[in-house]
């Protein structure tokens, strides 16, 4: 048992309320409601705390609410639900199929949705405080007494506030169009002096004239000349107000309490505030001494783990644009598989906790209670949040640690700080921080960032990501806001290993949709003569999967032993380079599937030299056809597209290289500047080395690449809106190297670290301009040899290989004396039957001439080449 669960356990036998150290200090007293356990059970559901906030000093902290305090996810939604209940039975069945659940961002969205729930056949919305591009706003409103104020009401449906709703959370001065409606409810975890919710419901009263309304909340703390209020309020407006609550009493606040509490923060401010586990020795008995951030002196970020969680297709992430009856008819059944996927990476852990994001409350509660079911350990919830409370750690006050690190959801607001409340210490063994796909940011993953933050408090960080829903119908009109970056409609999650691909879900995310199920490969001759007589593209179809005999495997794995320190080289150079040139956040993107093993080891190697967790992904490019739009609408959706770099694994002749550039034009908000490993072509000014040599990925196809296949472009099974396809071939997995491979390389990342240095040093001071020298090469060989069709001329070690595992190939001409580099290739073209002739002068180690045979006719529709990497 930890230090910190030992003195809780001590803590709550002793029974310390944790409001007793604001109460003694600031003189607030809590008063229960009159029954002999009214104090009692207030205290069970509240406790304390003090924040900077000029406008109140203190803070009431529920212990049930799921926000500040971790607590079991089934209580957490339990109390919700029995209010929509107790709601569902105060309205009658037929009012309730009427009702609308409206909830305000951040701490009661997920109360709100368990509102609903208990309702039934209520659909939800919440406020947000996040612009979404093409969705116009349906009102809006300012919290009094809140940290962030500005709330937006977006739901997709525009009539949904035309009904009945339940609203949660407090709010203000709202501004709608005038609509009529039935009872609307409304449902906040506090309801203090009422003022909050009472000019809300007067502003949605001009607007939306009702009959009736109900108010909700976990605690009714009003005091006994604001009770009268309600009634005099109610026949102002001539509609019914019911009151709802979990409890009831008052909060008694003394004279002078605002500045005496804002005396206490400035006086204890950063007494909580959270250190490594590492740095926690020095932390003295009335808390973790100086504000000091997680990051700051942690041995390392430890990486976290991403869950493929398969969320449903078509259930929002939340109710900010509408949850309804269908869709929570669609999230029920699929929870308990995704709680048992979160179970399966949890591995041993005993203590468990579910954190949720701001106001992605509802998501990560559900996938708490489900998870609850699935495992023996001890499951807690939570949310991080944008409100400032100062920490003591004191067993007498509700907020005894806190986390900081930057926003990562590119909020309208602009940067700022966020919190995690009462994780760092709780002994937990295990956190799954579950985020909307608009937060997996470079944020969420910097060495500030909250990842990194729980590592250094926790064995074991998950990551689960939940799609950010978009609605499909986006209305404009003058109210309409348009944000610089938004993840656009339909597009689904990248997928990852194990479920795609035999890499770790976080080496890399596929912006691919999977095909394995699809027959598509079809014999290389019969390829071979399709593609050159214009019958049909390179893309529309698989070559078979060659299966290497012993003799080739033996060949690569000796391959790999003797150039992985040279390989590694490279590594640490190309990727050093971009980081001293290109941006010290960059988001990798590898063509698939070549540029994806080295895409992998490149973030390997940031890791490992500078603990940054770079975002990888894997996008396709068809040559003649271009890069998959759809994939870097995604990427510009989640990502700063400065920060995209593109990375592939070798140049041949340059043409992928000009590809990109030209697919590029029309996305002038990305750089088409590629970086490689090796630039034998000369064709880019990112580059590890500008060697002809053997790279031991080339030997291989999927069994080197994650057993994916090349990827797919075919109308029939690629729409306007989905992604390029790919295969996974699970059934190679005996024979798979990936891990291998990639094992092997970054093994010798610290033997080449000084080499790396000196020659990134003399790249950076060097002319690397393109001088297309490869191009130029092929060009010559084509007429020399009478092909006159540079798209059959594969110059290179990488691209050779590909011409004798893909193609018809002629002959191979090998650079006389190249010596191991080509010991594959003689293998391969022994294999094949095909001769190879050793030449002088030949800029590269080896070209590979595709047959002639095949030249009658296009290549593609435009006449383009016939090879994709």
Not at 461 to 479: E, K
Not at 546 to 557: G, H, N, R, W
Not at 737 to 754: I, N, P, R, Y
Request: hydrophobic share 40%; net charge negative; glycine share 10%.
């Amino acid at each position: 048992m930890s230090e910190y669960s030992a003195r809780t356990e001590k803590e709550t036998a002793n029974v310390v309320w944790s409001g007793s150290w604001v109460a003694e200090r600031l003189g607030v007293e809590l008063v229960g409601d009159g029954r002999p356990d009214g104090d009692r059970e207030l205290r069970d559901l509240l406790g304390l705390a003090l924040r900077r906030n000029p406008k109140r000093a203190h803070l009431l902290v529920s212990n049930v609410l799921g926000k500040h305090v971790p607590q079991k996810p089934s209580v957490v939604y339990g109390t919700g639900f029995e209010l929509g209940r107790r709601v569902r039975e105060l309205l009658g069945d037929a009012e309730a199929r009427r009702a609308v659940v409206l909830g305000y961002a951040e701490t009661a969205t997920g109360l709100g949705h368990a509102v609903a729930d208990g309702l039934g056949v209520a659909p939800y919305l919440h406020s947000t405080r996040r612009p979404v591009e093409g969705v116009a706003r349906a009102g809006g409103f300012e919290e009094s007494h809140s940290h962030a104020t500005s709330h937006l009401l977006l739901p997709e449906d525009p009539d949904l506030l035309a009904g009945e709703c339940v609203l949660t959370d407090a709010g203000a001065d709202m501004d709608m169009g005038a609509r009529t409606g039935a009872p609307l409810v409304l449902v906040d975890d506090e309801f203090s002096t009422g003022n909050t919710v009472l000019n809300t419901i007067r502003a949605l009263h001009e607007r939306y004239p009702r009959s009736r309304y109900v108010i909700v909340a976990l605690v009714d703390m009003r005091s006994p000349a604001d009770r009268g209020r309600l009634t005099e309020f109610a026949e102002e407006i001539g509609a019914r107000v019911d009151l709802v609550t979990r409890s009831s009493g008052t909060v008694t606040l003394p004279e002078g309490v605002l500045e005496k509490g804002q005396a206490l923060v400035a006086a204890h401010d950063g007494a909580g505030s959270a250190v490594p586990r590492a740095a926690t020795a020095t932390a003295t008995a009335s808390g973790p001494g100086p504000a000091a951030t997680a990051a700051a002196t942690a041995p390392g970020p430890r990486p976290c783990t991403r869950v493929d969680l398969r969320w449903p297709a078509g259930v929002p992430d939340g109710g900010r644009h509408g949850f309804t009856p269908v869709h929570r008819a669609a999230l029920e059944p699929a929870l308990p598989a995704m709680a048992a996927r979160i179970a399966g990476a949890l591995g041993d852990a005993r203590r468990v906790l579910v954190l949720g994001f701001e106001e992605l409350m509802y998501a990560p509660l559900r996938l708490g209670t489900a998870l609850e079911d699935h495992t023996d350990a001890e499951v807690r919830y939570s949310t991080t949040t944008r409100s400032p409370v100062l920490a003591v750690d004191d067993p007498g006050y509700a907020i005894r640690t806190r986390l900081v690190f930057p926003a990562h959801d590119n909020p309208a607001d602009g940067p700022g700080d966020r919190y995690a409340y009462n994780v760092a210490g709780a002994g937990f063994d295990a956190v799954v921080l579950a985020v909307d796909s608009a937060a997996d940011t470079p944020e969420l993953h910097a060495p500030d960032g909250l990842l990194a933050q729980l590592a250094a408090h926790t064995d074991h960080v998950l990551l689960a990501v939940v799609p950010s829903y978009i609605p499909a119908y986006a209305p404009s009109g003058p109210d309409t806001y348009v944000s610089e970056r938004q993840e656009p409609p339909m597009l689904p999650e990248p997928l990852r290993g194990p479920a795609f691909s035999s890499y770790a879900p976080d080496e890399v995310g596929w912006l691919l949709q999977d095909l394995s199920d699809t027959e598509l490969e079809a014999p290389t001759e019969e390829r071979e003569e399709a593609i050159q007589s214009g019958g049909a593209h390179y893309a529309e179809s698989l070559p078979v999967e060659y299966q290497p005999s012993a003799q080739y495997q033996d060949l690569f794995k000796a391959a790999l032993e003797l150039s992985a320190a040279r390989v590694a080289r490279a590594v640490g150079t190309v990727t050093e380079t971009v980081l001293a040139e290109r941006t010290p956040r960059p988001v990798l993107v590898s063509l698939a599937r070549a540029g994806t093993p080295v895409g992998v080891l490149m973030r390997r190697w940031a890791r490992h030299r500078h603990g940054i967790d770079l975002p990888h992904y894997a996008v396709s490019i068809v040559r003649g056809r271009g890069i998959d739009a759809n994939a870097l609408r995604w990427l510009a959706a989640h990502h700063d597209p400065a920060d995209v770099v593109f990375v592939d694994g070798w140049t041949g002749k340059g043409a992928i290289t000009r590809e990109l550039s030209a697919a590029l034009a029309e996305f002038e908000v990305f750089d088409p500047e590629i970086a490689v490993l090796a630039d034998p072509g000369g064709c880019v000014r990112t580059y590890g080395t500008r060697e002809d040599f053997l790279i031991p990925s080339a030997c291989l196809n999927s069994t080197v690449s994650g057993l994916i296949s090349r990827t797919v472009l075919r109308s029939d099974l690629v729409g306007p809106e989905d992604f390029h396809g790919a295969k996974f071939y699970r059934e190679l997995a005996e024979t798979d190297v990936s891990g291998h491979f990639l094992d092997t390389v970054a093994a010798q990342f610290d033997e080449v670290v000084d080499a790396v240095d000196a020659e990134v040093k003399e790249l950076l001071a060097a002319d690397r301009a393109p001088t297309w020298e490869g191009w130029a090469a092929v060009e010559r060989i084509s007429e020399e040899y009478g092909i006159h069709d540079v798209n059959l001329v594969k110059p290179g070690v990488g691209e050779t290989t590909r011409v004798l595992l893909r193609r018809v190939p002629w002959k191979i001409l090998a650079k006389r004396g190249a010596g191991a580099d080509l010991e594959h290739i003689r293998l391969l073209a022994e294999q094949r039957g095909v001769p190879v002739e050793e030449v002088d002068g030949l800029p590269y180690t080896c070209v590979g001439l595709i047959h002639p045979k095949y030249t009658r006719g296009a290549t593609g529709a435009d006449g383009k080449a016939v090879e994709s990497k």
